[in-house]
Nanobody, 118 residues
Framework: QIAESGGGLVQPGGSLRLSCATSGFTFGLFAMTWYRQVPEKERELVAS???????DYADSVKGRFTISRDNAKNTVYLQMNSLKPEDTAVYYC??????????????WGQGTQVTVSS
């Protein structure tokens, strides 16, 4: 199971920290990824952290968002700073594996709404 939390309403320039608590699988063996989606658009990969700790970010969030994982707590975080209205979306957490062909999500959370507005 995957459960996201930490979403909400924030003003432009503000910060939020999303959490993704997991259970039911060996967290340390999985890559963890945050996606986001707005209505009528495809789900967009925001940030990922591999089991090795290697991270990757979408260009649109580089320098503003930080993904981290706590293997002792089976939890992954997304620290979001300098938020912009265009960051408004439902944010989803997924657990999966990375293959030569790319990342394959295997488990999904229900999502948490982030709204950036004055």
């Amino acid at each position: 199971q995957i459960a996201e939390s930490g979403g909400g309403l924030v003003q432009p320039g503000g910060s939020l920290r999303l959490s993704c608590a997991t259970s039911g699988f060996t967290f340390g063996l999985f890559a963890m990824t945050w996606y986001r989606q707005v209505p009528e658009k495809e789900r967009e990969l925001v940030a990922s952290v591999r089991s090795s700790g290697v991270t990757d970010y979408a260009d649109s969030v580089k320098g503003r968002f930080t993904i981290s994982r706590d293997n002792a707590k089976n939890t992954v975080y997304l620290q979001m700073n300098s938020l912009k209205p265009e960051d408004t979306a439902v944010y989803y957490c997924s657990a999966g594996q990375t293959f030569s062909s790319g990342y394959v999500p295997m488990y999904w959370g229900q999502g948490t709404q982030v709204t950036v507005s004055s």
